[in-house]
């Protein structure tokens, strides 16, 4: 079987070589199968592309899975079947807080209303899967009662896309792309991004206000990891995009059945139990990285 190897770094210079030697030492490659594609340097990252014929892909993958979070190596490796292409229309779905953006939007929120400390506690454990996320939900929610709507501003001030997001997002929707946010997060922080990226879509939750307070609620249904999945879905649907042509990117343990739904789902320098279930891992690029990979698949 045919699979590709991509492996990345940033602000290094990455040496295939000693790379390659370390992937064959660890994952027990045969060197004399692997075949370069593409190499190079931009955004200031170095890349390579690799071709490898396996006999058992399953097994490989679980290999890489445990070096990955073993730390084993100095750079990013993502092993796939196919590459998404760029030569025709996908779909990107991202994770907000942690991914495309550097904070936690209810977490600064809640440090602007003075109750930061019971409210990242709760945060904490629902992203490292502890609990359940809708629950957890409520229960950050109700603490934000009766405090002043306007620190959504300020919130939005200290809001800034995570390295590389700008890169991935425009050149993505220049090849055709269609590409969105699902997120347990909020939507007056992400609409933000919405209207300065023209996002496709923006699936997330949204925090109930009356007379410029905060309820305590969350309006409507809660955008939970299946309906984070459901947002992948539904936008592949709307473009007509086979599952082949569709990435999901995410950092946090309701982000997996998004993840494991596309075809390329990346867990993004993220917890470990995520990076212990995810397909594919970056912890030593930024964003922009993807788009090298799928500009190299086109080669």
Same mark, same amino acid.
């Given at each position: ?25 660890? /994952? ?31 097994? @490989? ?72 996320? $809708? ?57 933000? @991004? ?69 075809? /390329? ?14 397909? $594919? ?19």
């Amino acid at each position: 079987m045919q699979v590709f190897l991509y492996l990345s770094v940033k602000n290094n210079e990455l040496n295939e070589l000693n790379a390659i030697n370390r992937l064959c030492e660890h /994952l027990a490659l045969n060197d004399r199968t692997l075949q370069l594609k593409a190499a190079g340097s931009e955004f200031n990252h170095s890349y390579a592309l690799y071709i490898y014929e396996c006999a058992n892909y399953t097994e @490989l993958k679980e290999c890489l899975r445990e070096a990955v979070c073993q730390k084993l190596f100095d750079f990013d490796v993502i092993m796939v079947q196919s590459v998404p292409s760029l030569k025709t229309p996908g779909v990107l779905v991202m994770d907000m807080d942690m991914t495309s953006v550097q904070i936690e939007g209810i977490d600064e929120i809640a440090r602007c209303l003075n109750v930061y400390d019971k409210v990242a506690a709760i945060t904490g454990e629902a992203m490292h899967g502890r609990l359940d996320f $809708a629950s957890s939900l409520k229960k950050r929610v109700s603490l934000l009662k009766g405090g002043d709507a306007l620190v959504l501003e300020k919130v939005k001030s200290i809001m800034h896309e995570t390295e590389g997001y700008d890169i991935l997002v425009k050149g993505l929707k220049e090849k055709g792309w269609k590409v969105g946010i699902a997120s347990g997060g909020f939507v007056q922080l992400i609409n933000v @991004l919405k209207d300065k990226y023209d996002l496709d879509m923006v699936r997330a939750n949204s925090l109930e206000i009356k007379d410029g307070k905060f309820t305590g609620f969350v309006e409507g249904e809660i955008v939970d990891a299946l309906k984070k999945k459901d947002a992948l879905a539904d936008l592949m649907t709307e473009a007509s995009v086979p599952k082949e042509q569709s990435i999901a990117i995410g950092d946090g343990a309701n982000d997996l059945l998004m993840m494991n739904a596309a075809s /390329l789902g990346i867990a993004y320098h993220a917890k470990p139990k995520v990076q212990a279930e995810a397909l $594919a891992c970056l912890n030593y690029s930024d964003l922009s990285t993807l788009l090298l990979m799928l500009k190299s698949g086109d080669l």
